[in-house]
């Protein structure tokens, strides 16, 4: 289980965070590689699949020359995905299993497991199974005077707390 966060304030700065583990029905472990990343001029979160986020890390891909939109990044991740054979298929149509936040160019998005593209209408968003109670703290702390990272950690101390499987310390980067 995970949770990440993107949050942008007016100024178009942009804070990601999550956790940093990987767990199952059975145990959680803490990972030394992180769910947030910097790939390129792309801030890349990911929650599912750990292959899938590997598979995303600059020493296994880069975005195709010319991607310059979100519609182009999710379709290079699709391929890139496809070559490196983690792509599922459900009644014919590819699936990944994950869910990815891009942040570029000012923007936040989300890459959903089938490949769709969502431009959340918020300066905030979050995946995984804490998403709820993130988006409900983000929410909350609108207008606070919190930093973006201070606003982004208790978001994601929401999610640990009522999320089995997620839990600090946390991974936060800013941009």
Known sequence: M???????NSEGNICMGADIYASSSEEI???QDKKVFQNMGLRIGFSGSIRVGQCLHPDLWTP???STNIIQI????REHL?????????????????NIIICMNGGIYEILEDFQV?????SFT?????KSYA???LFTTSGSGQTLKERVEKALEAAAYFTPGIRPPFSIIEF
């Open 118 to 122: 969502q431009v959340p209408a918020e």
């Open 64 to 66: 195709k020359e010319g």
């Open 74 to 77: 999710a379709n290079s991740i």
């Open 29 to 31: 472990r803490r990972r």
């Open 2 to 8: 995970s949770c990440v966060i993107a949050l942008r």
């Open 82 to 98: 496809a070559e490196m054979g983690t792509l599922m298929s459900e009644s014919g149509t590819d699936a990944m299993d994950a």
């Open 135 to 137: 988006l409900g703290s």
């Open 126 to 130: 979050a995946i995984g199974a804490g």
